[in-house]
């Protein structure tokens, strides 16, 4: 495996990392709006907080997934053909998230806008559930034939690993999104999103352990990264505990740090129990590694070049946008706003 092949597989990883630290929380914050506000003027006021962001930090996946066609077509021809439908439901759910948000305001009838707002909070709940699946049906065996094609069955799409793994990425976002909340809003809603992070953290524990014994029967994690695994649980289950202490302290940035290290941690677990490999077979001579599915060396070298100069842009473009317009809402100035039209 040449150093370029194993750098495009970091990349791949740290582009669902961004990705999922900042979507994650635009997901938790439309998962708020149930959970936390209590009618339609706070629901709205909570969508204000992403107003200016969510569109742009979907760019992260569509990056992470032109990355892995770009740099490891054999794991993308793969994994997008054998959980076509998987990724066609999240792809409709990313769709409906988008719409809502613009025809939430458009609507012409009060049940209309309520309507769509159910619509973002459905979509919210279901694109990190939906992603959360996919995560973790890939790290286990699955039927795949000499030339790499994947047969799934509904148990290989639907099993414990995958659902605790959809559970896991759902909790993990909406912790992401009540810590963004408690730091972009003042007043009472600042103050009951910590409290419902903090209550809600427990959820984290027993879901945890379920995930450890599900990793011990349904992959071979332990068998052949027996102490990167461990190392790496141990640490998410101490971010965890960190995460719950920041948020039942009012440490608001400490609190979304370590809901952003879940994310991290996580997708480090599974890039790293996966190594050398991208796909693991039932059949260990049809898993795919990662030097069997990558492109030539001269297209990885044309595009470690555009990484270089690109990704460094994007990131210092989307840190700009967040500090140029970082500021506290609170719900007396939204109600204004509201009457004057303006919504984001």
């Known amino acids: 495996m040449s150093f370029l092949q194993l750098l495009w597989y970091a990349v791949i990883g740290l582009l669902f990392i961004i990705f999922l630290v900042l979507d994650g929380a635009d997901f938790g914050v439309g998962m708020a709006t149930r959970f936390l506000a209590s009618n ?18 979907e760019v992260f996946l569509v990056t992470a997934g032109g990355a892995m066609f770009a740099s490891l077509p054999g794991w993308y021809a793969s994994l997008f053909s054998g959980f076509y439908l998987l990724l ?3 792809l409709i759910a990313l769709i409906f998230r988008g719409v809502s948000f613009e025809f939430s305001d458009a609507a012409l009838t009060e049940k209309g806008k309520r309507g769509w707002l159910w619509v973002n909070f459905i979509s ?3 694109i990190p559930f939906l992603l959360g699946m996919l995560f973790t049906d890939m790290i286990q065996p699955l039927p795949i034939d000499a030339g790499g094609n994947i047969f799934v069955s509904f148990y290989n799409v639907v099993n414990p690993l995958s659902i605790l793994g959809g559970l896991c990425i759902t909790a993990v976002s909406l912790y992401q999104g ?5 730091l972009r809003t003042e007043g009472l809603i600042r103050y009951h999103a910590s409290r419902l992070a903090d209550n809600l953290y427990w959820i984290a524990y027993p879901v945890e352990v379920l995930i ?16 990167a695994t461990l190392v790496f649980l141990v ?3 101490a971010v965890t505990v960190w995460g719950q202490i920041a948020a039942a302290t009012d440490k608001e940035i400490q609190a979304i740090v370590a809901s952003s290290s879940l994310f991290a941690l996580i997708v480090m677990l599974i890039f790293t129990g996966l190594f050398p490999y991208v796909l693991i077979a039932n059949n260990p001579a049809h898993s795919l590694l990662i030097k069997e599915v990558s492109s030539s060396p001269y297209t990885l070298v044309i595009m470690t070049i555009v990484l270089v100069i690109l990704l460094p842009i994007m990131l210092a473009y989307f840190i700009w946008s967040y500090v140029s317009q970082w500021h506290r809402i609170s719900l007396e100035k939204f109600k204004k706003d509201l009457d004057n039209g303006e919504t984001y």
């Open 235 to 237: 640490l998410i289950v």
């Open 40 to 57: 339609y003027t706070e629901r709205k006021l909570l969508l204000r907080t992403i107003g200016p962001h969510w569109d742009g930090n």
């Open 178 to 182: 009540l810590n963004y909340i408690a």
């Open 124 to 126: 919210c709940l279901f």
């Open 88 to 90: 066609f439901f999240v």
């Open 212 to 227: 450890v014994i599900a990793l011990y029967f349904q992959t071979n994690f332990c068998e052949r990264h027996l102490v």
